[in-house]
């Protein structure tokens, strides 16, 4: 028979992109495609003696049914360490843990959004936050953003093109996919207008920790101002992303909406995972092991930089993230970045596309790279390959 | 809207609500418009009588706080009067943000419910859960803690989303034995059933759409397709569980997008549709060309009687969505279930999943498998069989005993409940209350229902307690029932009557 699917999977294919990259995953090919973090960085070790230890100490319980919030330890475990680190006054009662980020995303969706409800969002924007509010049928309304972040003034003018904005969705800390990271100023300014308008910020900060040089400026979350900021985190990124575990804050009469949301979602995230995190965080010192992958990501940014300076076409512009996986490039006006994709799959070099992170199309001369994947020899290679790839693209274009 | 009752207060009930709900409105929490419970389904969720609620309404009513409207129902009143405090921080208007999808999860009554066992000494006949002493604990430990010197980092990396591909092709070589020829490209892993039952209506269901549910059903199910918005249509049933004969003429009236049923062990009542009644509700759902969703999570759990097919083993055709879980069978909190179905539907569902959390925890899928492939399921399954048969004639035994004239129940085959119908008069609300005052939980029947139910149940468990807990339990329970029957208070009396509109 053929199955009648519901109207609202019109908004949603399967991404070209996700199908292209597939071929990524062979050993040849250099991919600055994917955000996964590197494998050789997990503490195996560690998590073996955590794997053990969990079991003797919690028995059957570490397998049983949980309560859909979360494990009480992993949620005080979770509170205590953000604020810490950024200054917030999370309390564990406020911390919902969820099947990683990506939940926390889609549970915002079903909790927030109705069909053609505005979704405002700064442009570009991350790819899995598009896809799982596209499923609930809202107004994508992109806002612009520079190197200091969202632009207050654009933030204004395009709420006030809005009839139902619900949802400010923002990546204020080295944004995937444009490793930019917001000023303070832009922080309070943005803030500042949600407040006014009534908008419930959605801060995603999976790079928070992952900073390169400075310091990560404060989240959102942590500033005063009155505007309601549900904030996401996730241990996909500073930890092992297969283990589906990551988090969200939110106030209190949000957070029982959430609540309700997930527990018809998937009842609750795997207790075993959540008592295994916990067990590391008790044990292990979670801070070192972020100390080393960041001192790991941060030569691979180092050496994709350099690469870039000597193996890119004049015409081509790039960001300089200060922390996160990814950076940005912008190629001369009428290059494609698919077409780029194209002959750089020929050399076994791929990267994604960057009209992809915006979320009404358009922008076909960007692109993402990610330098947290490959070791520091095979991005010198893939920057040079892909280098010729462009200055071919652009020399034709010229003639 | 959050109200809670104090029933060791001197305050009468229905002056604590109505003082509640005053507050709530004129703090702006409830803004004009918003629309309040009826007073059956408040009365439910707070286990008061509707006549308590009625007169606080009518207070608020007084006030000019609420109105009623014809079928709009009770509605908060927009007031010139209402007090501003513009330099007082303004909280955001919660109700209108909220997606509309949010208030198909406002029953409150399984959390409600869940607290009420958390009383120390109350004996849990209210949960859907296996027996922890008897799942096989230290065989998981060592495949745990063994796991990462078999994969290294595998098992903590990403893993596609239709699942671990070993995963997938041992739970084909599963369903094998169940009857069901499928490729591993026909089943998708799941985080439990449901995310099934969730990505299921993500899926198919738009709102307004309608879906065909059996009278009693799944509580988890009802809740989910009502978040979707979905209308629900319950097909009666009788004790050999969907009465298919009625489906027919629901199916010609309302077109609707889905049949969701449990035919094995149904939860709540425990029966099982026999062979002719699967053969014509698949013909039916060809001739009316209506998927099925079938849940499938008690069907190892017989303890007499032959084995019927499950519908996706009947179904050549495709119709079938197959669901199961083994949240019953092994260790539920490792959230892993999963789906076997047409591979276009498994795409579909796998896209849905992309955006909703990429992939099940990578590391459980492998200990799933190994233990799968270590041929262990067999011996475990023996083992909980017997000992689950022993506490369903336990229950059967303490239920004959204590002899309540009008308690109707029938003993299951297998599954983990027994449904059973009060004696007439005898309030659910009044007598939840008295169960938990006892130290004994149940759920009530009327969750299981998409709308009114013919009669009173409840359902209970036998899997989770022990043989002595079950009879301690029963027995506290029957005691209980004994009390109330032709007891009904004046409040339950005056909730169930209709007031003549004059």
Redesign the interface.
């Known amino acids: 028979m053929t199955a009648s699917f519901a109207r609202r999977l019109n908004g949603m294919k399967a991404s070209e992109i996700r199908e292209l990259l597939k071929i990524t995953q062979q050993p040849e090919v250099i991919s600055f495609g994917g955000g996964l973090p590197a494998p050789e960085l997990f503490p195996i070790e560690d998590l073996k003696v955590v794997m053990a230890d969990v079991l003797d100490r919690e028995g059957p319980r570490a397998l049983q049914y949980s309560t859909t919030e979360g494990h009480p330890g992993l949620r005080e475990a979770i509170a205590r360490h953000l604020n810490s680190k950024l200054g917030t006054a999370f309390e564990a009662s406020g911390i919902l843990i969820t099947s990683g980020s990506q939940q926390g995303l889609d549970l915002s969706g079903k909790v927030f959004l109705d069909d053609d409800d505005e979704v405002l969002c700064e442009s570009p924007t991350y790819l899995g936050a598009i896809n799982a509010f596209r499923a609930y049928r809202p107004r994508f309304v992109e806002v612009p953003t520079d190197d200091d972040g969202m632009v207050p003034a654009e933030l204004d003018r395009a709420i006030a093109g809005c009839r139902r904005p619900k949802l400010l969705y923002v990546v204020p800390n080295f944004q995937n996919p444009t490793g930019r990271t917001w000023s303070l100023e832009r922080r309070h300014a943005v803030l500042d207008a949600a407040a006014r308008h009534g908008l419930v910020v959605i801060e995603d900060d999976p790079y928070g920790q992952l900073c390169y040089e400075g310091t990560t400026p404060p989240a959102l979350a942590s500033l005063p101002g009155g505007a309601t900021v549900i904030y996401l985190g996730t241990f996909s990124k500073i930890f092992c992303p297969g283990m589906r575990v990551g988090w969200l804050a939110a106030p209190p009469e949000i957070y029982e909406k959430y609540t309700l949301v997930k527990q018809g979602a998937d009842l609750h995230t795997s207790t075993l995972a959540q008592h295994q995190i916990l067990a590391y965080l008790e044990r292990f010192d979670i801070d070192a092991s972020i100390a080393r992958i960041r001192e790991v990501y941060r030569r691979r940014r180092d050496a994709m930089l350099r690469a870039l300076e000597s193996e890119f076409p004049p015409g081509v512009s790039w960001t300089r993230p200060r922390g996160g996986l990814f950076l940005w490039a912008t190629l001369p006006e009428g290059v494609s970045a698919r077409e780029a994709l194209a002959r750089a799959l020929e050399q076994n070099v791929a990267f994604v596309p960057g009209s992809s992170f915006f979320p009404n199309g358009g922008h076909e001369n960007t692109m993402r790279l990610n330098f947290s994947n490959m070791p520091e020899e095979r991005i010198a290679e893939g920057i040079a390959r892909l280098g010729a790839v462009l200055r071919e693209l652009c020399a034709g274009r010229a003639g | 809207m959050e109200i809670t009752i104090d029933r060791s207060s001197r305050e009468p009930i229905y002056q604590q609500i109505a003082r509640q709900v005053r507050d709530l409105i004129t703090t702006g929490k409830l803004p004009a418009g918003f629309r309040l419970p009826p007073e059956r389904r408040l009365a439910q969720a707070l286990g008061v009588s509707r006549s308590t609620v009625l007169i606080a309404y009518q207070e608020l009513r007084a006030d000019a706080l609420i109105d009623a409207h014809v079928g709009r129902g009770t509605m908060v009143t927009p007031s010139e009067a209402a007090p501003t405090h513009p330099e007082v921080?303004q909280?955001?208007?919660?109700r209108q943000?909220?997606?509309?999808?949010?208030s198909g999860?406002?029953d409150p009554l399984v959390g409600d419910l869940l607290r009420l066992t958390e009383r120390a000494g109350a004996i849990p006949l209210s949960f859907g859960?296996p027996a922890?002493?008897l799942?096989p604990?230290a065989e998981?430990?060592d495949l745990?803690?063994g796991?990462?010197?078999d994969t290294?980092?595998a098992?903590?990396?990403?893993?596609p989303t239709e699942g671990l591909t070993v995963l997938r092709a041992t739970l084909a070589q599963m369903m094998a034995a169940r009857g069901v020829g499928c490729t591993p490209d026909e089943v998708l892993v799941l985080?439990?059933s449901?995310?099934g039952l969730?990505l299921a209506a993500?899926?198919?269901?738009?709102p307004g759409?309608t879906v065909v549910v059996e009278q009693p059903s799944f509580i988890?199910a009802l809740?989910?397709f009502r978040?979707a918005r979905v209308r629900l249509i319950g097909v009666p049933t009788d004790e050999h569980g969907m009465r298919t004969d009625v489906l027919e003429s629901v199916l010609s009236r309302f077109r609707p997008?889905l049949i969701y049923t449990l035919p094995t062990f149904q939860n709540p009542s425990g029966s099982v549709l026999p062979l002719e009644r699967r053969q014509h509700l698949l013909a039916l759902s060809?001739r009316y060309?209506v998927?099925i969703l079938e849940d499938d999570p008690y069907s190892e759990l017989r303890y007499e009687g032959d084995p019927v097919p499950s519908l996706r083993a009947l179904d050549p055709?495709?119709?079938v969505l197959y669901l199961s879980t083994f949240?019953k069978l092994?260790?539920?909190?490792?959230?892993l279930g999963f789906l076997v179905a047409?591979r276009?539907?498994v795409?579909?569902f796998a896209?849905?999943r992309?955006?909703?959390?990429?992939?099940?925890?990578?590391?459980?899928q492998w200990v799933l498998d190994r233990f799968l492939q270590g041929g262990r399921m067999g011996d475990h399954m023996r083992a909980v069989r017997q000992a689950y048969r022993r506490r369903r004639d336990a229950m059967d035994a303490a239920l004959r005993e204590a002899a309540v004239p009008g308690l109707v129940w029938q003993r299951p085959q297998g599954g983990f409940y027994f449904w059973c119908r009060l004696p007439a008069g005898v309030g659910p609300a009044a007598l939840l209350a008295r169960a938990a005052e006892a130290g004994v939980s149940y759920l009530p029947g009327r969750a299981c229902f998409a709308d009114e139910p013919p009669a009173e149940f409840i359902r209970l468990n036998f899997s989770y307690p022990d043989e002595e807990q079950i009879r301690e339990g029963v027995a506290r329970l029957t005691g209980v029932i004994r009390q109330e029957t032709g007891h009904p208070s004046t409040a339950e009396i005056q909730a169930a009557s209709t007031r003549p509109i004059v």
């Open positions: 921080e909280e955001l208007p919660w943000l909220f997606g509309a999808a949010v999860f406002q859960m922890p002493e799942l604990f998981l430990r745990i803690t796991v990462l010197d290294g980092p098992a903590l990396l990403h893993s985080s439990g449901q995310q969730d993500r899926i198919f269901l738009d759409d988890g809740q989910t978040g997008k060809r060309q998927p055709a495709g119709n949240s092994l260790f539920p909190g490792m959230r047409p276009l539907v795409r579909q896209l849905a992309q955006t909703a959390d990429l992939h099940s925890n990578t590391l459980g």
